[in-house]
């Protein structure tokens, strides 16, 4: 019977036997050796593992009685699915085929050509549907291309955009986007096209990074559009160039930042403060079993801490742009300030993720230490809650921000730009300048999907090596 071993993922031995005692008596067949390891991952780790009555320590006497029960799945991924609980709870578990996709997705590194977009219902229609650019990553295709942030596209290859439709046609590696006008929310088709294809990009979530001066203000502007721990040295330079230049307030833009590693979403933090070294940040709640485990031997590992040894800027108050895109690892920044500093959030309602995943490999420790070498499928299930150094951490239905701002595709601006909607908001609040906020429509287009929540996993909050 497998027993597990997080030590990549805790700074101990971390070890609890199945319940089944009599388990390791009886084989698995290699046919269903990757359902096997569906069933025991989940079993250990799955956050609401008490809520799934197939996964609980008492509901198979032995391997022979789990075998049986494994069999019928047609694939792992679908009884991946039938052992998670169903949405809204759980909107993030996922599975891989492939764990080198996976690793690639949590370090930024995705079949991309460069067009981040959101997507939105054509006015009065439920089926019909639009997509816009939000902006374009530097060094891919689409950047050689005559396409733009504000850009609106109706179709791919010619064929429009539908419900039923738009991730088929937007998940291939090459495609024609067809424009359209957007003229005060009608969608009309103008000819223009552009051609892209997708190659392997690596996406460095440091998109903007410079300082605004305004009177006796040096305005520090950040725009970071994704956790990606092998980006967290440049994120340090970021944040000690801030520091040579006497930044005196800081506007974080994270509007599009669907999430990522908690430890880079802590050193973040600790950059942005630097006066609380070794304090709580956040405190991380597992299932029953693993929680009373840590509780019991190493509570501390529960805990993520400020960190020392960054460039801080030790700020008591930091502007935070937000919309529905900002996800996970942002909500938790924002919802882990809070009680050390003032956050001031401008823009949109988050999409409201407190809930966070570990990578769970086919091996005797479920690391990729000694990783069954007979296929290469990975969980990434969600693991784990977290809450504030006060506990809270209930924001299923979203943040709301202090000033409520949501992007207007009629008025989207250029992002860095001190007249862009939300920057502009910030700055005014920072130097009082008294100026009127942008009228807030009555009624709220938002999207419902964008380019990263396609793929599940790239709205990932998740624990990494610490």
């Known amino acids: 019977m497998k027993k597990i071993v997080i030590s990549s993922l805790l700074l101990f031995l971390f070890v609890l036997p199945f319940s089944c005692s009599d388990m390791d008596d009886n084989a698995v067949p290699s046919s269903l050796e990757i359902k096997d390891f569906v069933w025991k991952g989940m079993n250990l780790y799955y956050l609401w593992q008490a809520d799934v009555p197939d996964l609980a320590d008492n509901r198979f006497a032995n391997q022979s009685q789990l075998n049986t029960f494994l069999e019928p799945f047609a694939t792992p ?30 370090s930024g590194n995705t079949l991309n050509n460069g067009v981040d977009y959101g997507l939105r219902y054509k006015a009065g229609s439920t089926t019909d549907i639009y997509g816009w650019v939000r902006y374009i990553i530097p060094n891919s295709d689409a950047s050689t291309k005559a396409i733009y942030r504000g850009n609106i596209f109706y179709a791919i290859n010619e ?10 046609l937007l998940k291939n590696d090459a495609y024609t986007v067809n424009f359209a006008d957007y003229n005060g929310g009608a969608i009309t088709p103008n000819g223009l096209s552009v051609s892209l294809t997708k190659t392997n990009l690596a996406e460095n979530p440091i998109l903007l990074n410079t300082v605004i001066h305004q009177g006796t203000h040096n305005i520090g502007y950040l725009m970071y559009n994704g956790f990606y721990a092998s980006y967290d040295s440049q994120l340090n330079t970021a944040f000690g160039s801030f520091v040579s230049q006497n930044v005196t307030d800081l506007v974080l833009d994270l509007r599009y930042n669907s999430g990522g590693s908690i430890a880079t979403a802590t050193k973040l933090a600790s950059m942005i403060t630097g006066q609380f070294t070794g304090q709580l ?23 993520n801490k400020f960190v020392s040894g960054l460039n801080g800027l030790h700020l008591n108050r930091v502007y935070i742009l937000s919309t529905k895109a900002t996800a996970s690892a942002s909500e938790l920044v924002i919802n882990c300030l809070k009680p050390y500093i003032e956050v001031v959030q401008i823009g949109d309602v988050t999409i409201g993720k407190n809930v966070g995943s570990i990578t769970l490999y086919d091996s005797p420790t479920f690391t990729k230490t000694n ?12 693991v784990l809650k977290i809450v504030n150094k006060d506990g809270f951490g ?14 207007n595709l009629g008025n989207l601006g250029v992002l860095g730009n001190v007249d862009e909607p939300l920057l502009s908001e910030a700055i005014n609040q920072i130097i009082a300048s008294g100026k009127m ?20 996993l790239r709205s990932e909050m998740y624990r990494d090596n610490k």
């Open 77 to 106: 991924t679908v009884l991946f699915n039938a052992l998670r609980v169903p949405p809204p709870i759980d909107r993030f578990s996922v599975i891989y085929s492939d764990y080198t996709v996976l690793e690639g997705v949590l």
């Open 159 to 168: 064929t429009p955009l539908t419900i039923d439709n738009y991730k088929t």
């Open 281 to 303: 940040f956040s405190k991380e709640q597992w299932n029953a079993k693993a929680q009373a485990y840590f509780l019991a031997h190493n509570p501390g590992s529960l805990e």
């Open 371 to 382: 990783v069954n070498p007979n296929h290469k499928y990975a969980m990434q299930p969600i």
């Open 394 to 407: 209930e924001y299923t239905s979203g943040i709301v921000p202090t000033t409520l701002l949501p992007e």
């Open 437 to 456: 906020l942008p009228q807030v429509p009555s009624t709220i287009e938002r999207d419902f999907a964008d380019a990263k929540s396609i793929n599940p």
